[in-house]
Every structure is written in structure tokens, then in C-alpha cells.
């Protein structure tokens, strides 16, 4: 298994759209944890949520995709911009130091 970065930006005004599908959201997290490396919402200054971050377990990036798209979040579609990235985690206190 591949680490993979999931970086969401919300669309303006999907605030209610993201608040009515918060509990199927977090009902889904809570189903798929052992695909997780970490997951949580980007604020703004203000402290409003403006987008999502995701590290996600998988093979590939299409299974990395695929699993973003069974998320209630994607169907409320409240993201205007969505990237996946492949990730190696090199250096910091999650990994307990660095891997060189």
C-alpha cells in the first residue's frame, strides 16, 4: 500500500451542504479509519471550514479516488477543487524521526 494526499477546497456557499452531510460523513470515516493515515478540515482565519485533507491507504491513485467518491462529502459536492498526490512521509513525529 502507496500513502496518498486528498486535498479538497470547498465551493463558496456549501457551508449547509457540508453541515447536512457532516453525520453520513463522519459515520463513513468512522467504516473506513484502517484506510486512514490522517483526515480533518482546513479552516480559515475566521475558523470557518474551507476544504478537507485526507491521507488515505491505497494502491493507486484511482483507488485512492474511488475511495474519496464513496464518501458523503463528494456527493454533497461541496468541493471545487480536488488533487491526489502520491505521499512518502520522510521526516517528523509521525514517523518517529526521519527515513534516511
Given at each position: 500500500m502507496?500513502?496518498?494526499v486528498i486535498y479538497c477546497i470547498d465551493k463558496l456557499g456549501t457551508e449547509q451542504k457540508r453541515l447536512d452531510a457532516r453525520d453520513a460523513?463522519?459515520?463513513h470515516i468512522e467504516k473506513t479509519l484502517d484506510?486512514?493515515?490522517v483526515a480533518g478540515?482546513?479552516?480559515?482565519?475566521?475558523g470557518d471550514t474551507v476544504g478537507s485533507l485526507?491521507?488515505?491507504?491505497?494502491?493507486?491513485?484511482?483507488d485512492a479516488r474511488a475511495q474519496l467518491?464513496?464518501?458523503p462529502y463528494y456527493h454533497a459536492d461541496i468541493w471545487v477543487d480536488i488533487r491526489i498526490n502520491e505521499f512518502t512521509a520522510a521526516?517528523?513525529?509521525w514517523i518517529g524521526?526521519?527515513?534516511w
Open positions: 502507496k500513502a496518498f460523513h463522519f459515520a484506510n486512514l493515515f478540515p482546513f479552516k480559515n482565519a475566521q485526507l491521507i488515505v491507504k491505497a494502491a493507486s491513485a484511482e467518491e464513496a464518501d521526516a517528523g513525529d524521526g526521519k527515513i
